[in-house]
Nanobody, 115 residues
Framework: QVQVVESGGGLVQAGGSLRLSCAASGRIASINAMGWYRQAPGKRRKLVAVISTGGSTNYADAVKGRFTISRGNAKSTVHLQMNSLKVEDTAVYYC?????????WGQGTQVTVSS
């Protein structure tokens, strides 16, 4: 089992920045990749950014150039630096860890961007 916990959400004005953090614990030795997803009210959960164990990254077009995903000192920790935030970035952000063909999710952290 893998446990995933997010932190760092909050309220910010448009144009501002936030940094989200995610820590995985438990059976983390074989985690393949970790990523961030977001879900706005009434919409499907969508990929924001993902980072592999080798450090390769992939971003949704909507956040390219504004968001950066990175690993912490511990490979089981990832961060999402969000700059130039827009009102449309408002959502619940979920961290996901992939291991053995299974996906493990955190409970989510709310990010609200005001105009």
């Amino acid at each position: 089992q893998v446990q995933v916990v997010e932190s760092g959400g909050g309220l910010v004005q448009a144009g501002g920045s936030l940094r989200l953090s995610c820590a995985a614990s438990g059976r983390i030795a074989s985690i393949n990749a970790m990523g961030w997803y977001r879900q706005a009210p009434g919409k499907r959960r969508k990929l924001v950014a993902v980072i592999s164990t080798g450090g390769s990254t992939n971003y949704a077009d909507a956040v390219k150039g504004r968001f950066t995903i990175s690993r912490g000192n511990a490979k089981s920790t990832v961060h999402l630096q969000m700059n130039s935030l827009k009102v449309e970035d408002t959502a619940v952000y979920y961290c996901e860890a992939s291991r053995g063909g299974l996906d493990y999710w955190g409970q989510g952290t709310q990010v609200t961007v005001s105009s």
